[in-house]
């Protein structure tokens, strides 16, 4: 089974960015990868992955501010946070999944979680 670890996290001010990173122990182009969040007493929410075809999708709250990325030989998920906002906060994780179908913010249909990464942004 596939295991994830983010990394890249931390405390930011309003309008900074940060890289995140997740590192995969398999193959990372066998599977359908993508970034989720969870703020304190929120439910965990997609932010951005890849669907079939190598096309991605965002949520509509990050759309222009965050920039989904991989790179195959070192098999590593990259996720750009630019002008970042305080509502930005919350713990990052990575996810992947073998199945295809469409969806890719659907947290339901990945079956591999990392532990995630703590991203905190102050106004």
């Known amino acids: 089974q596939v295991q994830l670890v983010e990394s890249g996290g931390g405390s930011v001010q309003a309008g900074g960015s940060l890289r995140l990173a997740c590192v995969t122990s398999?193959?990372?182009?066998?599977?359908?990868m993508a970034w989720f969040r969870q703020a304190p007493g929120e439910e965990r929410e997609g932010v951005t992955g890849?669907?079939?075809?190598?096309?991605?999708q965002y949520a509509d709250s990050v759309k222009g501010r965050f920039t989904i990325s991989k790179d195959n030989i070192k098999n590593t998920l990259y996720l750009q946070t630019d002008s970042l906002k305080p509502e930005d906060t919350g713990l990052y994780y990575c996810?992947?999944?073998?199945?295809?179908?469409?969806?890719?913010?659907?947290?339901?249909?990945?079956?591999?979680w990392g532990q995630g990464t703590q991203v905190t942004v102050s106004s």
């Open positions: 996810a992947a999944r073998l199945c295809g179908a469409l969806g890719s913010l659907a947290a339901h249909l990945y079956t591999n």
């Open positions: 398999e193959d990372i182009s066998k599977y359908y």
């Open positions: 890849f669907e079939r075809d190598g096309l991605t």
